[in-house]
């Protein structure tokens, strides 16, 4: 009698028992992040994305456009210049001591 009710209430179990999924946990906090740089690499160069929140615009002034990088007092210097200077010195990709061409 006790072997055929833990039968019954094993295949009760296993009946009502819901599918089990995993999922990734994350260990890092850049989901609270505003933000946010993606780098993209293959064989013709790199590819960067930003998303860039206000608290960081300090760090990428050099990518603002001109009339906008006057108005916050950065100065005077041209977008294709600022762009030049922002992929070679402040986010450059070093490989074998020479930047990838982005």
């Known amino acids: ?10 295949t009760l179990i296993c009946l009502s028992a819901q599918p089990v999924f995993s999922d ?12 946010i740089i993606q780098y993209y690499i ?9 998303e860039i929140g206000i608290e960081s615009l300090e760090g990428f002034k050099n990518l603002l456009p001109d009339e906008i990088y006057q108005q916050l007092g950065y100065g005077d210097a041209p977008l294709d210049q600022r762009l030049q200077d922002f992929f070679t010195n402040e986010l450059a990709i ?9």
Do not use: F
Request: net charge neutral; charged share 25%.
């Open 24 to 35: 990734a946990l994350m260990q890092s906090q850049a989901i609270k992040a505003s933000t």
């Open 1 to 10: 009698m006790k072997a055929n009710l833990i039968s019954i209430v094993l």
């Open 94 to 102: 070093i490989v074998d001591e020479s930047p990838l061409r982005g």
């Open 42 to 50: 293959d064989e013709k160069g790199v590819k960067v994305e930003l």
